[in-house]
C-alpha cells in the first residue's frame, strides 16, 4: 500500500512504492512517462467524491483516467493525484428503451460486447481498447457516425461529481448548461462517473478494409472524396494512407509497401453495401487486397486493436478538413511516403449526415460543417525512434495544415499544440464553454485536459 490514506475511499491507493506502481501509471501511449504521487483506483461514484475532495483540500494536481488513450497523455499528471476510474467497467443495457448505461471505465470493446448480445450499437470510435469516457467527452467519430451522429449527439446523461465535490446528474432538464458543456467540452467540468446513451440496431455489417498500393493512391483518394460526399449513411468510410504491416495476416509479397487505404463498415442489408462498394471500386484499379465482407459489428470495431498494442510510441496532430484539393491530396501522399515507421498513418473521417443536422451550438462541438476530421498518428514499437515521429509528425501536419481548416478535433491534439488552438477549435462556442467552467469549476481543478479557461 502506499501508506496514504483517503477517509470514505474503498478502491485501492497505489504511489511510488507500490510493487504494480510502475504498471499502474503506465498509459496507452508508451511515449509519456507520468509519475503520480498517487493513484486512486475507484470502485464507485463515492470514490470518486473521496478523491476530489481530498485532491482539492491538499491542492493537489488532479487528473482523470478513463481508458488511458490520450495522445498528450491526460488522463495522468507528474507529482498530483491521478482518479483512475479504469476498474469502474460495467455496462446495462435497457433493450426496449434501446439505451446504455456505462461505467466510466468502460472500453468501447466492453460497450460494443454488451450492446451487440441485443442486436445494438452506441456510435463509438474504430479501435477497441479506446476509453469511451475520453472519447464521448471530446466528440467521437466512428463508423456509425453518418447515419447516427457524434457519440455526444447519442449522449442522454450523466452523473458527474463537481469540484466541491457534489453529486449531480446532468441531461437536457437538469443542469442543462453543464449537460451542454460535457458534451464536447472535455473532463473540464467534473468527474464523469455513469453516461447513458442511445443505441441503434447494428449486427452483421458489410465491413473491413481495402489497400491499395500507394502509387494508386491520388486516384483512390480522388474517387473517395467525390464518393463519400453523396454515399448512404449507412456507410462508415474513411481514407487513409499507411504502409501494409509486416505481420499476419497481410500477404508477405505486400508487406511494407506504401499503401492507401479504404476502410469502412456498411451498417444495412449486405448485398446493398456490396453494390455500393462495387460501384465505388469499378472506377479504381485493382486493389493489393480488398479484406471487406460480412462480419459482426464487434469484429470491425477490434479489427486494428492487434496491431496497436498499449505501449507503442505515439505523436498526434489532427485537423478539420472543409474540401480536399487535388493540390492537397498531393502534399498527403508525398508527406506520407516519408513516413519513418511502418505503423504510421494519416487517415480523414467523414463529418458529414447525421453531424451536420445538429445545429453548430447545440453542443460545444462547432466543426458540424467540416468534412473530414484528419489525423496523422506517428507511431513505432521503438522508444528510440520517438524523435523520429515528432519530426516527421509535425512536418507532415505543416505541410498540410494551410489546405485545412485552424480548428481540430480535441481528442487528435497533442501536448504542443498552439496557445489558441482550443479556443479556435471551440470557435463561436468557447465563451459559452468559458461561463459554464467559471461556473463549476472556477479554480481549474480539473485542468489536466484541452483546457478551457475561465477568462475567454
Ligand atoms: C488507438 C486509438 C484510436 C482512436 N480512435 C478514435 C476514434 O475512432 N474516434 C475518436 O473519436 N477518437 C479516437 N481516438 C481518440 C480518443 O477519443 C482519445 O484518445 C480519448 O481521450 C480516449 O479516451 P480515454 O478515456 O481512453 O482517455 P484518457 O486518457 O483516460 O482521458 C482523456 C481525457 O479525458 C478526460 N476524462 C477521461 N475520463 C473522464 C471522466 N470520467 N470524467 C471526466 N473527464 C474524463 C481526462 O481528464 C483526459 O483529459 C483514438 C485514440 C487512440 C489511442
Sequence with gaps: MSGLAI???RGRLIGPSDKDYDEARALYNGMIDKRP?????????????????????NKLLLAIRGGGHSGPGLGSCDGGLVIDLSHMRSVRVDPSNRTVRVDPGCTAADLDHATHAFGLAVPL????????????????????????????????EVDMVLADGTFVTANKDQHADLFWAVRG???????????????????????????????????????????????PEELGLFVGLKTVPPTDPFPK?????????????????????????????????????????????????????????KGLQWYWKGDFVKALSDEAIDVHIANALKAPTPFCLMHLYPIDGAVRRVAKDATPWIARDASWSMVIAAVSPDPKDAAALRT?????????????????????????????????????????????????????????????????
Design 7 to 9: 477517509q470514505g475511499f
Design 37 to 57: 504521487m498517487l493513484i486512486a483506483r475507484c470502485t464507485d461514484a463515492a470514490d470518486v467524491v473521496a478523491a476530489v475532495n481530498y485532491g482539492r483540500e
Design 125 to 156: 470510435g474504430i479501435v477497441g481498447s479506446t476509453g469511451v469516457a475520453g472519447l464521448t467527452l471530446g466528440g467521437g467519430t466512428g463508423y456509425l457516425t453518418r447515419k447516427y451522429g457524434l457519440t455526444i449527439d447519442n449522449l442522454l
Design 185 to 231: 467540452g472535455g473532463g473540464n467540468f467534473g468527474v464523469v462517473t455513469s453516461f447513458l446513451f442511445q443505441a441503434h440496431p447494428a449486427k452483421i455489417v458489410f465491413a473491413g478494409p481495402i489497400f491499395w498500393d500507394a502509387k494508386e493512391a491520388k486516384k483512390v483518394i480522388g474517387a473517395y472524396r467525390d464518393f463519400i460526399a453523396n454515399a
Design 253 to 309: 509479397e505486400h508487406w511494407n509497401k506504401r499503401a492507401c487505404a479504404l476502410i469502412g463498415a456498411f451498417n444495412g442489408p449486405i448485398e446493398k453495401g456490396q453494390a455500393l462498394m462495387a460501384s465505388l471500386l469499378e472506377k479504381l484499379p485493382a486493389p493489393l487486397f480488398n479484406w471487406m465482407g460480412e462480419m459482426p459489428w464487434t469484429a470491425i470495431n477490434s479489427l486494428f486493436d492487434p496491431f496497436f498494442p
Design 392 to 456: 516527421w509528425g509535425r512536418s507532415y501536419w505543416e505541410a498540410i495544415h494551410p489546405f485545412n481548416l485552424q480548428s481540430a478535433y480535441v481528442n487528435f491534439m497533442d501536448a504542443d499544440e498552439a496557445d489558441n488552438r482550443v479556443q479556435l477549435s471551440y470557435g463561436d462556442n468557447y465563451k459559452r464553454l468559458a461561463a459554464i467552467k467559471a461556473k463549476y469549476d472556477p479554480n481549474n481543478l480539473f485542468r489536466v485536459n484541452q483546457n478551457i479557461k475561465v477568462q475567454a
